[in-house]
């Protein structure tokens, strides 16, 4: 399976044939695969790179297959293992469907039906000149651009989990403002969660993901009650028992985070 958009399609389709017995496709998606670029992210299966198309730059991530190992390790878990590139396409196209913007997905493919070495890849455009929030949120800002941001997440968070997404690794650098201040996209959905309804534990620990990344912010206990009604849509902030034991849940996982990362950096 492979698509590639006509943007992309030509440069790869104009490369010369590396072998007259393979198929057209197969020596394409190995070309894709055998590109390279500057690293933002390897691991021992993946990688993450930037590289240059015909001018144009664009963000690459290759799968290489998990391994048998990966996989049982995940299943034992209670969790599903993520065996391709296919995941985090199909989180894009959901954002896409919910106005939320995200990356423009331009070439995607994967193969092989053994699912411990299932190759695959996903090819974006790279976004416009941005900052995360994690890094803007270091030095006081604004009022106004405080509240609108905050009020942006929340609109952002609460749109992921009641049409059944949970990010999964829902961090502040995971949420990029384009430098015209217009536009917040959410990236990585690498391990996004996408069913018919978001289980309360990855709300939860999708919410203590956020608090815990901006920590170390310029932020006050008004913004993160400003930013739990705007979440909860709620014209004050006077919970039940039980909002308050929910939050009580996040704050508390988001803690635990905030302590388990600063005694690894000491």
């Not at 979440?231 to 508390?252: D, T």
């Not at 996982?253 to 990362?261: Q, V």
Request: hydrophobic content about 40%.
């Amino acid at each position: 399976m492979m698509w590639l958009d006509p943007s992309v399609r030509e440069y790869f389709y104009g490369l010369p044939r590396l072998s007259a017995a393979q198929p057209r496709n197969d020596e394409i998606f190995d070309a894709i695969m055998q590109c390279s670029g500057e690293v933002f992210r390897a691991l021992e299966n993946r990688k993450t790179q930037r590289i240059v198309l015909a001018n144009q730059p664009y963000f690459l991530k290759q799968h290489q297959g998990i391994g048998w190992k990966e996989i049982f390790k995940n299943l034992i878990q209670g969790r599903w293992p993520i065996l391709s590139a296919k995941n985090e396409l199909r989180a894009i196209e959901r954002l896409h469907a919910l106005n939320i913007p995200t990356l423009t997905v331009v070439g995607y493919g994967w193969r092989g039906w053994n699912p411990a070495r299932r190759q695959s890849f996903l090819l974006t455009r790279e976004l416009p000149q941005h900052v995360t929030l994690e890094a803007l949120i270091q030095q006081p800002l604004p009022f106004t651009q405080k509240r609108k941001l905050i009020q942006a997440v929340a609109h952002i968070a609460r749109t992921l989990h009641q049409n059944g997404i949970n990010h999964r690794d829902f961090y502040l650098c995971h949420l990029v403002l384009d430098y015209n201040d217009t536009r917040l996209y959410v990236i990585d959905l690498h391990r996004a969660g996408v069913r018919r309804t978001t289980p309360q534990r990855w709300i939860i620990k999708d919410l203590a993901g956020l608090y815990f990344s901006s920590l170390e912010g310029h932020l006050t206990q008004r913004d993160y009650m400003r930013f739990m009604k705007y979440y909860s849509a709620a014209s004050s902030v006077a919970w039940s028992n039980k909002e308050k034991h929910f939050w009580l849940k996040v704050k508390n996982r988001g803690e635990k985070l905030y302590r388990k990362h600063t005694s690894s950096r000491t």
